[in-house]
């Protein structure tokens, strides 16, 4: 069975400064990992994937997020936060040959200060 | 192109009662699914599927069925409402790369 992991409920940031949302994973066979983002009262919107290639995914509204195999781990980045980027963010898993839908993380509410 | 699209946005429904909620969706996607969403719990698979006229179980199909007649539609049916099944209700659609593309929500409440 797959699963993700995110282990902040919520992360607090000052305008300007770098973020960082983490998201760890398992699957059996190869990951295809993805980031999306919630903001309220709306469905969720998709920022970036990983499938193959590159490990440093870069997405939109600057955001990117890098593969590491041996962690396990698809940290969502940016290098200089906005007010604007305060949303649920949800990091997502299916395993390479399936179809059956992705596995999400329970969400990390990302709250950046002005 | 209006991508995923959700009929109704809100609900309200007493105990036993049953309803319909459709999605559509215009990218000619084979692949369909339905998410519930409930606070901490991120998002749950209900059913999927993954072309016209099939349909396959997630992870938390108890009480829900489902039907694609058309490939653009996805069905999902609740015969007798309860309680537990309060909850924002996401469709979602994706062609083979994987990327699902999801729809506004429904919201529903059972009383």
């Known amino acids: 069975a797959q699963s993700v992991a995110q282990p902040e409920d919520q992360v607090n940031v000052a305008e300007g400064n770098p973020l960082t949302v983490k998201c760890t994973y398992s699957v059996s066979g190869n990951p295809y990992l993805f980031w999306y983002v919630q903001y309220p009262n709306r469905g969720l919107q998709f920022l970036l994937k990983?499938?193959?290639?590159?490990?440093l995914v870069k997405g939109s509204y600057g955001f990117e997020a890098e593969f590491n195999k041996s962690q396990t781990s698809f940290h969502l980045k940016k290098p200089s936060a906005l007010v604007s980027d305060s949303a649920l963010y949800f990091c997502?898993?299916?395993?390479?040959?399936?179809?059956?839908?992705?596995?999400f993380g329970k969400g990390t509410h990302l709250i950046i200060q002005p | 192109n209006a991508g995923v699209t959700q009929t109704p946005k809100f609900r309200v429904l007493k105990t036993g009662q049953s309803m319909t909620l459709l999605c559509a969706q215009d990218?000619?996607?084979?692949?369909m699914y339905w998410y519930r969403q409930d606070p901490g719990m991120g998002l749950r698979l209900i059913h999927y599927?993954?072309?016209?006229?099939?349909?396959a179980k997630g992870e938390v199909p108890d009480g829900y069925n489902v039907s694609r007649l058309k490939k653009q539609n996805f069905l999902l049916g609740l015969e007798s409402a309860a309680p537990s099944q309060t909850s924002v209700y996401f469709c979602?659609?994706?062609?083979?790369?994987?990327?699902?593309?999801f729809g506004p929500g429904t919201r529903l409440t059972v009383l």
């Open positions: 599927s993954v072309g016209e006229g099939t349909t």
């Open positions: 979602a659609s994706s062609s083979e790369t994987g990327t699902q593309y």
């Open positions: 997502a898993v299916r395993d390479e040959g399936g179809a059956d839908g992705l596995t």
């Open positions: 990983y499938i193959t290639g590159d490990n």
């Open positions: 990218m000619n996607h084979e692949y």
